[in-house]
């Protein structure tokens, strides 16, 4: 006998925007400036035929802080607390790609010790964030646990940080010219103790969310991003890889000590929905942490003692001309083009910010999905709105 | 920049694309990295060869970042090519002289990343993308005055009734202003003309 919760098949999804009658029946929605699951204050005007999206219209600039502009007026130390700023969930990875453009033009020579120090930090930092994404993702999809979960981990990463630092979130730690503080051997001690439980712990996310029947209805064949899509809007990062290309800077184009590493490029295989949706974006940064930890535990055992910081002149004064640098980040890509006439302060600093070109993917993927979906499908490429706005 | 000989691109674009007059700008610091300049009103032909073009092909669009040089702005293009065993990538640009009304044509039909990007560029700099089908500002709003990013740039003083940039708020004598000033009264001069 059929129960009266069983109401077969869904039906699927239609807009009628034919008629002119029609469209004027749509329904503009705001979602944000000040909404939750937008991450920040990104607002997204959105057109609804009942619960279907007709179309979402991004809106941004609300955390627009004229970055580009005072770094025109500040010397090239004084930036690097500015790019901290940019994503303030890794700051660590902005401030080592603004100072590898500096360095480049400089032509400084980085100790050893640096190097591996930049690369620790920057995957515990990549860890951290995808913490942070994970949690967050989570929370957007109504599971309130994982957060809790995924923050337990993310404090350890912060807490050490803050030792070597003195900031939990932004960090002006990496110098031109090497790192601003050392390690001790104890606290080293403590990042391999934190990767075995984080390696721990990873496996108990999966078990939680990443097969959990709920999250996989709700993420797998939702906001499909198709390679082409990823090239055309030159997205990078997890939603490039998660569409199933087998790009990662740090492979192709290895900078630093890269190439001494061996860890894998994951990509979305599609094991639940297909390679471009939510799940599968999702699922490479979960594989990403095991890669991190990977790379840390490698970087522990290169690490031997000696200087952390280069010959560098007091006042930095660059050559007149222009580079186009470009790191692998928690979210993508970052670019720093970097212009300079030879004065003191840069003549012209342009980010190019990952999530800035991931949000100009929503309104080609946002059209059909319901309105739930389309949070699903914003927390899924995971914007930090201090990148997008500048 | 990352495998591109810049002088057989420089000729594959000057051969397919006529009247693209592309000259490498060869860095003068061998740690800095060389461009590639084509005429303003060639860029849509010479991007969409570059594109399709089967010798030295680029897939993706990374940037658009203006440059203001007061005599001048630039728009770079950061193309790059996607691909695992050659990628590649470098710098487009392309000059534009005239500060009062600034146009180049807009390649969004070739790339989707510049929908975007050139709605920022236009936002910073002033410059406006033929042909793009959505032409607004992105991170300032709609009614702000004067495009920050160029050197000439003076905040407004009032913007809705409300006072954005009273005077006394950034203190002149402080910083390195002397080179930005003498900037700003040349690039006057210079759109007065």
């Known amino acids: 006998m059929q129960s009266k919760w069983d109401i077969g098949e869904p039906e699927k999804p239609t807009i009628n925007t034919e008629t002119e009658q029609l469209k004027s029946d749509l329904l503009t929605l705001n979602m944000g400036p000040q909404h939750p699951a937008t991450h920040g204050v990104l607002r997204l005007e959105i057109w609804t035929d009942s619960e279907i ?15 580009e502009k005072h770094a ?38 980085v100790p050893r010790r640096a190097e591996l120090l930049r690369i620790l930090v920057a995957e515990l930092q990549r860890i951290a964030s995808h913490l942070m994404a994970f949690g967050t993702y989570a929370l957007d999809l109504g599971a309130f646990t994982p957060f809790l979960y995924a923050f337990d981990e993310r404090e350890k990463i912060l807490r050490l940080f803050e030792e070597v630092s003195g900031a ?40 939680l969310v990443s097969k959990n029947k709920i999250f996989v209805e709700r993420t797998a064949n939702v906001g499909v991003f198709t390679v082409e899509d990823c090239l055309s809007y030159g997205a990078t990062g997890p939603v490039l890889r998660g569409s199933g290309m087998k790009w990662d800077l740090r492979k192709n184009k290895p900078y630093s000590l890269y190439s001494e590493f061996d860890f894998d490029v994951p990509v979305g295989e599609g094991e639940e929905g297909r ?45 007149k001309g222009e580079v186009y640098v470009r790191h692998e980040c928690p979210r993508g890509e970052l670019g720093i083009h970097l212009v ?33 979906d389309l949070v699903a499908t914003v927390g899924s490429i995971d914007i930090v709105l201090g990148e997008v706005d500048r | 920049m990352l495998n591109v000989d810049f002088n057989k691109l420089a000729e594959l674009i000057n051969r397919n694309v006529p009247g693209a007059n592309a000259v490498v700008n060869e860095a003068a610091d061998t740690k800095c990295d060389s461009s590639i300049t084509v005429d303003a009103a060639k860029i849509y032909s010479v991007v969409e060869f570059l594109k399709t073009n089967k010798e030295m092909p680029f897939n993706s669009l990374q940037v658009i970042s203006g440059v203001d040089y007061v005599e001048w702005m630039e728009v770079c293009y950061m193309l790059a090519h996607f ?73 407004q003083k009032v913007y809705n009734g409300m006072e954005v940039y009273p005077d006394g708020k950034m203190n002149f004598e402080d910083r390195e202003f002397v080179v930005r000033q003498d900037m700003i009264k040349k690039a006057q001069t210079q759109a007065a003309n």
């Open chain 1, 168 to 207: 939990r979130l932004l960090y002006n730690y990496v110098w031109v010219g090497g790192v601003w503080n050392d390690w001790t051997d104890e606290q080293l001690v403590r990042v391999a103790q934190f990767c075995d439980v984080m390696e721990e712990e990873a496996k108990k996310y999966n078990e």
């Open chain 1, 53 to 67: 999206v007709a179309h979402a219209i991004p809106h941004l600039g609300y955390l627009h802080r004229c970055m």
């Open chain 2, 83 to 155: 691909d695992l065993e050659t990628p590649r990538e470098f710098i487009l640009k392309v000059k534009v002289t005239d500060r009062v009304a600034p146009a180049v044509d807009s390649i969004v039909k070739l790339y989707a990343a510049a929908n975007f990007q050139e709605r920022e560029c236009y936002d910073m700099f002033g410059i406006k993308f033929n042909n793009h089908p959505d032409h607004r500002r992105i991170l300032c709003p709609d009614d702000w005055e004067g495009f920050p990013l160029r050197k000439d740039y003076i905040a």
């Open chain 1, 340 to 372: 300079s006439e030879g004065e003191k302060q840069p003549f012209r600093l342009k980010v190019k910010s990952p999530c800035f070109t991931h949000v100009s993917m929503l309104p080609h993927v946002a059209p059909g999905q319901m309105i739930a």
């Open chain 1, 275 to 319: 390679p471009g949706d939510c799940w599968n974006r999702y699922m490479v940064r979960m594989k990403e942490v095991i890669q991190s930890i990977k790379i840390v535990r490698q970087v522990l055992e290169k690490l031997e003692p000696g200087p952390i910081m280069g010959k560098v002149p007091k006042i930095i004064k660059l050559p």
């Open chain 1, 72 to 109: 025109e007026n500040l010397d090239y130390r004084g930036i690097i607390p500015f790019v901290d700023r940019l994503d303030y969930l890794a700051a660590m990875n902005m401030e080592w790609t603004y100072v590898a453009a500096v360095e480049k033009m400089l032509g400084t020579e």
